[in-house]
T-cell receptor, first 111, second 115 residues
Framework: QKEVEQDPGPLSVPEGAIVSLNCTYSNSAFQYFMWYRQYSRKGPELLMYTYSSGNKEDGRFTAQVDKSSKYISLFIRDSQPSDSATYLCAKNNNAGNMLTFGGGTRLMVKP | NAGVTQTPKFQVLKTGQSMTLQCAQDMNHNSMYWYRQDPGMGLRLIYYSASEGTTDKGEVPNGYNVSRLNKREFSLRLESAAPSQTSVYFC??????????????FGPGTRLTVL
């Protein structure tokens, strides 16, 4: 079992929809979780990070961690065509700055 | 400020050929990383360098070697390329006071095909 798993999608939604992207993880020791966004043929860029419990909001984006179910979610409100990208969740292994990534979910927001 | 740069952008090799992928960062970062990205597999760590003069294996190091040439540059070498090494390769770096929430900055990637 991979340490961080994501549904690869693609997920297609109309503009303005609320998007929910999800990851599961297998090791309870992880404390920090990140969401990276990757546009086609580009390198990933950090969208936001969150600690192992609770919510974190940044504009239209909210990251949520449910430690009891080992579930990580990213919500996008009022989705825009410019949000079309692959979203990668990652966990930090608590040893410096080593990240383990999920496989990514491809999101398409249609005008 | 160019951030993280990678050369070349594209490369096609024949099985058994060798090549070096170059990475440089101008952000005065201590730590640098090499990842490969394959469809559905996400990013997998090949090698990393926590600081100048040190390198360590990641999740998938077989078939690769690295050199941390100086603080700015971190190269990845394929000594004898195999079709299984067809992938997109990303270099990344992170700031000197590296902590668990620090951002890793990624380069634009090198698309490598091994025939």
């Amino acid at each position: 079992q991979k340490e961080v798993e994501q549904d690869p999608g693609p997920l297609s939604v109309p503009e303005g929809a609320i998007v929910s992207l999800n990851c599961t993880y297998s090791n309870s020791a992880f404390q920090y979780f990140m969401w990276y966004r990757q546009y086609s043929r580009k390198g990933p860029e950090l969208l936001m990070y969150t600690y192992s419990s609770g919510n974190k909001e940044d504009g239209r984006f909210t990251a949520q961690v449910d430690k009891s179910s080992k579930y990580i979610s990213l919500f996008i409100r009022d989705s825009q065509p410019s949000d079309s990208a692959t979203y990668l969740c990652a966990k930090n292994n608590n040893a410096g700055n080593m990240l383990t990534f999920g496989g990514g979910t491809r999101l398409m927001v249609k005008p | 400020n160019a951030g993280v740069t990678q050369t070349p952008k594209f490369q096609v090799l024949k099985t058994g050929q060798s090549m070096t992928l170059q990475c440089a960062q101008d952000m005065n970062h201590n730590s640098m990383y090499w990842y490969r990205q394959d469809p559905g597999m996400g990013l997998r760590l090949i090698y990393y360098s926590a600081s100048e003069g040190t390198t360590d294996k990641g999740e998938v190091p077989n078939g690769y070697n690295v050199s941390r040439l100086n603080k700015r540059e971190f190269s990845l070498r394929l000594e004898s390329a195999a079709p299984s090494q067809t992938s997109v390769y990303f270099c990344a770096s992170t700031r000197p006071a590296g902590g668990p929430t620090d951002t890793q900055y990624f380069g634009p990637g090198t698309r490598l095909t091994v025939l």
